[in-house]
């Protein structure tokens, strides 16, 4: 499809929050819909807008949203009246903009923003990027017009919901620019680039288990490292320091904006199993050691995992058992056989179905036009 369809009226209301694993894929979405000459509108809150600096909107409002999952009978009185905030305050600005459709990607400032979009009977679909069906995406689906979803499974889903389609992961263009990037193989003996980051939960234990485990290693095998390790502010220097004793090439740093970048300059890659890590290693095409976050719900983290290690692409360690001990185990043996490291990112290509922001567009595009054209008679 091409900007043809621009001239259907109104924004496309995108709603994302709470982590990068939300936000990135709205923002691929968002690129591709630019480039079809569409207007961008985000809503997410506060938590989602610190992933939106660059993120291609023409417009955009924050609401407040919570879990209303988590914590004691208090708490969950604070994520009610949170949501219906939210919900309140959705309604105004969505009938304020007059959106042409909507599109919520997980988190729970989607769930008031597509309820808001349906009392206004504007179109709306949801896409869920991990393997399992997440409680706002649950609350959503029976009255969206699609649900999309990244990986081939789909648990979780209710019954009775049929307007599914797998479509993958959509990844921002930095992404998508280094698709199937060479891969350098490793000699014997030769040099490997490791990239490690814990993503933004329970990153601490990222602080700890990789520059205890390198520092376990042979020096023959250490002098063989250069490590890039994103790790927590207030962590950081602990870092380095572990790292400048053990006599390993390090860098360090709280956040790298060029993280694909880094992740096509690796040849391995240490990292949690959210849905937009998976899928970037896939794209991309890179070996990985991914230790699934275990008090993600529903552990929907180790099903992602399980996309690229049932390929023989990945390493899955669970966190229980991520320390030194085993994951100095992984990195020998992988080090004293580095042709493995060049046959897992061959097999990790394309484990995810690439050109999703695309394929995602198109179903935007389709409820739009379809809710600006209706049928004679409607």
Do not use: W
């Amino acid at each position: 499809m091409t900007g043809a369809n621009a001239s259907v009226s109104g924004p496309i209301a995108l709603a994302a929050g709470g982590t990068g694993g939300h936000m990135f894929p709205a923002e691929a979405l968002a690129q591709a819909l630019k480039r079809r000459g569409r207007e961008i509108l985000l809503v997410t809150d506060a938590r989602g807008a610190r992933y939106a600096d660059d993120f291609p909107a023409d417009d955009r409002f924050m609401i407040s949203a919570a879990s209303p999952s988590i914590g004691g009978p208090v708490a969950k009185i604070f994520a009610a009246a949170s949501m219906a905030g939210g919900l309140v305050k959705a309604l105004r600005e969505l009938r304020r903009r007059n959106p042409a459709a909507a599109v919520g990607f997980g988190g729970y400032p989607s769930l008031p923003s597509m309820k808001a979009a349906s009392l206004l009977n504007v179109p709306y679909g949801v896409h869920e990027q991990n393997g399992v069906l997440g409680r706002a995406n649950r609350l959503l689906v029976r009255g969206a017009a699609f649900t999309a979803h990244g990986f081939p499974a789909l648990d979780k889903l209710p019954a009775g919901v049929a307007n599914t389609v797998e479509v993958g992961n959509p990844v921002r263009d930095a992404v998508a620019a280094l698709r199937d990037a060479p891969f350098t193989e490793v000699a014997p003996d030769g040099d490997v680039n490791i990239l490690i980051f814990g993503g933004s939960q329970g990153a601490s234990v990222f602080s700890e288990a990789p520059p205890a485990a390198v520092a376990r290693l042979p020096a023959a095998l250490r002098a063989r490292l250069s490590v890039v390790h994103q790790a927590r502010d207030a962590e950081a220097d602990k870092v380095r320091a572990a790292y400048e004793a053990a006599g390993v090439a390090h860098e360090v740093a709280p956040f790298f904006r060029d993280l694909p970048q880094r992740m096509a300059d690796a040849h391995l890659v240490i990292a949690r199993a959210g849905a937009s890590t998976v899928t970037e290693l896939s794209a991309i095409g890179r070996a990985s050691i991914l230790v699934p976050l275990a008090i993600a719900m529903d552990d929907h983290q180790t099903g992602n995992a399980r996309v690229l290690s049932e390929a023989s692409a990945a390493i899955l360690m669970p966190e229980k058992i991520f320390n030194a001990d085993a994951l100095g185990s992984a990195l020998e043996t992988l080090l004293a056989n580095p042709a493995r490291l060049g046959a897992m990112a061959r097999a990790a290509r394309g484990r995810v179905k690439p050109n999703a922001a695309e394929a995602l567009a198109d179903l935007v595009e389709g409820i739009a036009n379809a809710h600006a054209d209706p049928p004679a008679g409607a």
